[in-house]
């Protein structure tokens, strides 16, 4: 299982990206394919080169791992011995680690910017054979650890100081202590990990390289085949009849594969269960929240808190049916524009706009942020636009050592602009951990990274709507930051409850058929949705195209951290640098506390139901000004 936890240092957006920048909106309308990733200009692209220059550099490294992590064998029964000791396996197996995040980095980024290319795929698999290895080798660690009492690490860390980095991963094991297992035990969980993850790999490959896509066509007639990136341009089109055409075809293969889909969702809710059953946990939920510090609690407060109060939500359907003269809108219509913009940006553009927009943040500091973010920005660190293969949606990756590396999918639109925000924010978070924290706590968990990355957007967006020009632009980022709302804040508190519903489901020995699993997340996007809103056999199936379910309670902190970030910028629009500064220290913080204590250090308690009920009334309040707007309009339109 050691492996596994790779992911949770890759940060993806979950809303689809749209694919061609401006720059190759030619190409596209002459060649219908999304481009190859050899007519992507080189400065849009990694440099991959800066991490390895030639594979056999990266083999040599391979290489050492393997002759290295050998050596941690020799610790076994002794780890214990004297604080010397331990320091020294400690620091062994961070050497091996590190080298070989720095392995997985590379090759696991270079596989994801052409998912085609077996050669990457094949290195990503030799890194996570050798950290299967790597784990037997090491299994006997955290038994030995815990096999006494606390006290003689305590003793171990007055004897060496720099042993206590390590104090609160030596208090956490002894917290988990009851979920523990035999060497032998533990050996055959890390083995496990081969076959547990096969579901989640069989996915990606599934749908990076075996769908067959339909084509639908444009507003002017252009027939265009669909990809999983065109559809964030397309569900904004003006036309419905363009975006019913092209959400029908986005769904072809998914609904053509829907019973394998089935098979490998439930191989994958059963490989969650499996180990919550095997370390003794009362559920899979709690396997995965506890290792965090996170209560159940927590997260069944959030689907609560959101379902007590959906009428914001069943209010927002019902605005956008009015004014766009239907009497229920279908879902290819929740993203349709009420204020329409038809500005495209440019890559350049939307790097201007946001290191304007946050400038007070980056600006702190003597300007050590702004300083990063041009790094990011001028050194081949962010692959912008999509081309054949690459993997749709977008990510921030890091590992110790190395600076991060943003993956997009960038075609001009606003929403582009936001997500580029976001994982900058999360680049931020990487950046301050690693430089003010030492190697034991610079990660953090996905519960604070998305409070980061979502902040940052939410600056954005209220530097775009105090410098708005006019109405017009004015509701069309209310619309964007509303629907912001519904799809980070509702969509993934309602993706949640279905993750949770249905690991409930095969806990209980619901079989997850491809029947329960449509019925069940339909009838919970209706719930969700209200009267308003008219679910299409095409949405029903929509679990099968989300591939967070596969990250083992994921999406839950999209949501939650919505609401945090909310505050956090709230206290930014109010107390101006003292609240900028306390955001700073909280990006710093790594893992140094359990994460709704950090979150407290940038100004947001989620221990209370405040930062849920900002949310509500923060949407109700931008569907007042947007209906003052939409109104006015519709009076001058009359009078002309």
């Known amino acids: 299982m050691y492996f596994r936890l790779l992911i949770f240092y890759i940060f993806i957006v979950m809303a689809c990206n749209t694919n061609e920048s401006p720059d190759n909106t030619e190409v596209a309308s002459k060649n219908t394919a999304v481009p190859l990733r050899s007519e992507i200009d080189d400065k849009y692209?990694?440099?991959?080169?800066?991490?390895?220059?030639?594979?056999?550099?990266?083999?040599?490294?391979?290489?050492?791992?393997?002759?290295?992590?050998?050596?941690?064998?020799d610790f076994k029964g002794k780890l214990l011995s004297s604080p010397e000791v331990l320091l020294e396996a400690i620091e062994l197996r961070n050497k091996v680690n590190q080298t070989l995040w720095k392995l997985y980095h590379y090759a696991s980024n270079s596989s994801n910017a052409d998912v085609r290319n077996e050669k990457f795929q094949e290195m990503v698999q030799r890194v996570i054979n050798t950290s299967v290895n790597i784990g037997e080798t090491t299994a006997y660690f955290t038994p030995e650890l815990i096999e006494g009492d606390y006290s003689t690490l305590e003793d171990f860390m007055s004897?060496?100081?720099?042993?206590?980095?390590?104090?609160?991963?030596?208090?956490?094991?002894?917290i988990s202590k009851p979920h523990i297992l035999s060497e032998k035990e533990e050996r055959l969980l890390t083995m496990a990990g081969k076959i547990t993850g096969v579901a989640n790999d069989a996915y990606d490959i599934m749908r990076a390289t075996d769908f067959v896509w339909p084509t639908f066509e444009d507003e002017n007639g252009n027939k265009l085949t669909m990809s999983q990136g065109r559809y964030g341009k397309y569900t904004k089109s003006t036309d419905r009849r363009v975006r019913e055409d092209m959400y029908e075809a986005l769904y072809v293969p998914f609904k053509g594969n829907i019973n394998t889909m089935s098979v490998l969702m439930k191989g994958n809710v059963e490989g969650h269960i499996f180990y919550a059953d095997a370390r003794g946990y009362e559920s899979s939920l709690e396997a995965k929240l506890k290792g965090d510090g996170i209560s159940t609690d927590v997260y069944k407060n959030l689907v609560n808190s959101v379902n007590d109060n959906l009428q914001p939500l069943h209010r927002w359907a019902e605005m956008k049916a009015k004014y766009l003269g239907v009497e229920k809108i279908k879902p290819f219509d929740t993203y349709a524009p009420l204020a329409d913009s038809t500005i495209v940006y440019t890559y350049e553009e939307a790097q201007e706009m946001i290191l304007e927009a946050l400038d007070p943040l980056l600006s702190s500091n003597e300007g050590e942020l702004r300083d990063f973010t041009e790094k990011m920005y001028n050194e081949n660190l962010i692959d912008v636009f999509e081309s054949q293969g690459k993997q749709s949606g977008a990510y921030m990756s890091s590992t110790w050592g190395l600076p991060p590396r943003i993956k997009l999918n960038f075609s001009g639109t606003l929403d582009d602009i936001f997500t580029l925000a976001h994982e900058l924010g999360h680049a931020y978070h990487s950046y301050l951990s690693q430089k003010n924290?030492?190697?034991?706590?610079?990660?953090?968990?996905t519960f604070n990274a998305e409070a980061?990355?979502?902040?940052?957007?939410?600056?954005?967006?209220?530097?775009?709507?105090?410098?708005?020009?006019?109405?017009?632009?004015?509701?069309?980022?209310?619309?964007?930051?509303?629907?912001?709302?519904?799809?980070?804040?509702?969509?993934?508190?309602?993706?949640?409850?279905?993750?949770?519903?249905?690991?409930?489901?095969?806990?209980?020995?619901?079989?997850?058929?491809?029947?329960?699993?449509?019925?069940?997340?339909?009838?919970?996007?209706?719930?969700?949705?209200?009267?308003?809103?008219e679910i299409t056999e095409e949405e029903a199936y929509s679990w099968s195209r989300i591939p967070h379910f596969y990250y083992n309670y994921y999406v839950y902190t999209y949501a939650t951290s919505f609401a945090a970030a909310e505050k956090i910028a709230e206290n930014v629009r109010n107390e101006g640098q003292p609240a900028i500064d306390d955001f700073i220290a909280y990006l710093s913080t790594g893992s140094q506390d359990y994460p709704v204590e950090l979150l407290k250090i940038a100004g947001a308690d989620m221990t209370t139901s405040e930062p849920f009920e900002a949310v509500s009334r923060k949407m109700n309040f931008l569907m007042d000004e947007l209906e003052k707007i939409l109104e006015v309009k519709s009076l001058k339109d009359v009078e002309l």
């Not at 100081?161 to 956490?172: A, G, H, S």
């Open 45 to 73: 692209k990694w440099d991959m080169s800066a991490i390895y220059a030639t594979e056999e550099a990266w083999e040599a490294d391979l290489n050492y791992v393997k002759e290295l992590y050998p050596g941690l064998a």
């Open 159 to 174: 004897q060496n100081e720099y042993l206590r980095t390590y104090e609160k991963q030596f208090k956490d094991l002894f």
């Open 452 to 533: 980061a990355a979502i902040a940052t957007e939410a600056l954005l967006m209220d530097h775009l709507l105090a410098n708005a020009k006019n109405d017009d632009e004015k509701a069309f980022l209310i619309q964007n930051y509303i629907q912001s709302i519904g799809s980070t804040y509702y969509r993934q508190t309602r993706f949640a409850e279905f993750e949770l519903l249905i690991h409930e489901a095969a806990e209980n020995g619901q079989i997850l058929t491809e029947d329960f699993l449509t019925e069940s997340f339909g009838e919970m996007y209706s719930r969700y949705w209200g009267p308003y809103m």
């Open 437 to 445: 924290q030492p190697y034991a706590t610079y990660r953090y968990t």
